[in-house]
């Protein structure tokens, strides 16, 4: 059984820093490609940041330069750094990996971390 679990999310004022971490089990980590996502209130949920397998990195322009995604094969994790924060990074962080059984792909999603900034 697949599960993704983050933490890390919290207050914080705008210019600020923090750090989310998403822990998986129940797959072959270091092969799964992995990403964050973002859903902020009355949004679709958009795609932040993703490593895959081979740890080359891409983000959405929004982030990009603010934002940096790294993975920790050994411990299971991906991490998302968050730095100079502004309002409209407000939103539920998600953790997601791409499995894969029998040659199908499937979407596996933590249960999310809110992030607020907030002055």
């Known amino acids: 059984q697949v599960r993704l679990v983050e933490s890390g999310g919290g207050l914080v004022q705008p210019g600020g820093s923090l750090r989310l971490s998403c822990a998986a089990s129940?797959?072959?980590?270091?092969?799964?490609?992995m990403a964050w996502y973002r859903q902020a209130p009355g949004k679709q949920r958009d795609w932040v940041a993703s490593i895959p397998s081979g740890g080359s990195t891409n983000y959405a322009e929004s982030v990009k330069g603010r934002f940096t995604i790294s993975r920790d094969n050994a411990k299971n994790t991906v991490d998302l750094q968050m730095n100079s924060l502004k309002y409209e990074d407000t939103a539920v962080y998600y953790c997601?990996?791409?499995?894969?059984?029998?040659?199908?792909?499937?979407?596996?999603w933590g249960q999310g971390t809110q992030v607020t900034v907030s002055s």
């Open positions: 997601w990996a791409e499995g894969t059984l029998f040659g199908a792909k499937y979407d596996y």
């Open positions: 129940g797959l072959i980590f270091s092969i799964t490609p």
